[in-house]
């Protein structure tokens, strides 16, 4: 009898380990390979994770990890990405974030790149992180929500978020 409680113990500790690790980097390249309309959601889905688990070291190899991939494979998109990520994940764990202006060229990146919808989101974050007076936030909630709402709603888990920081800004 002691025998089947000690698994099920010892299988409840092994899920909760096993859940708290990060998304690993070829887990990530593989969400963020995704160009089609539900890159969003899969992007979302991959910063969920670094919100829900913390952990600094973890954070950092990974990061240095996509770096050393993206070097090795170069690609728009995934550059954007790693930086994004790393902004965030910045922010989750109290470190530096990245400056104005190199939210700036991510998003002149985003725009010579052709891609609309990562464009929208980098302009999101810029709207929402950069140290910027209240008309450039409005001016890229603005600009993010019309490129959101042309491609769809269904694919921008957070799009009450730019109407709320819109509706704050009025």
């Not at 400056?99 to 990146?109: A, G, H, S």
């Not at 957070?158 to 509706?167: A, D, E, G, V, W």
Request: charged share 25%; aromatic share 14%; proline share 2%.
């Amino acid at each position: 009898m002691l025998k089947p409680l000690q698994f099920v113990i010892l299988f409840f500790v092994v899920s909760f380990y096993s859940n708290a690790q990060n998304l690993n980097k070829q887990q990530l390249i593989n969400a963020w390979k995704i160009s089609d309309k539900t890159q969003t959601v899969r992007a979302e889905e991959t910063y969920l994770d670094l919100k829900n688990h913390k952990d600094l070291n973890s954070f950092k190899n990974v990061v240095q990890e996509l770096k050393d991939f993206e070097i090795k494979n170069p690609g728009n998109r995934l550059f954007i990405r790693i930086k994004i990520y790393e902004f965030l994940g910045n922010l989750e764990l109290g470190l530096p974030t990245t400056k104005d202006n190199e939210l700036r060229t991510l998003i002149q990146k985003c725009y010579l790149f052709g891609d609309e919808q990562l464009l929208s989101e980098v302009y999101t974050l810029y709207a929402e992180r950069g140290q910027i007076a209240n008309e450039e936030k409005l001016f890229y909630n603005l600009k993010a929500l019309e490129i959101q709402e042309e491609i769809g709603h269904q694919y921008f888990p957070n799009l009450y978020i730019r109407y709320y920081n819109i509706s704050r800004i009025y």
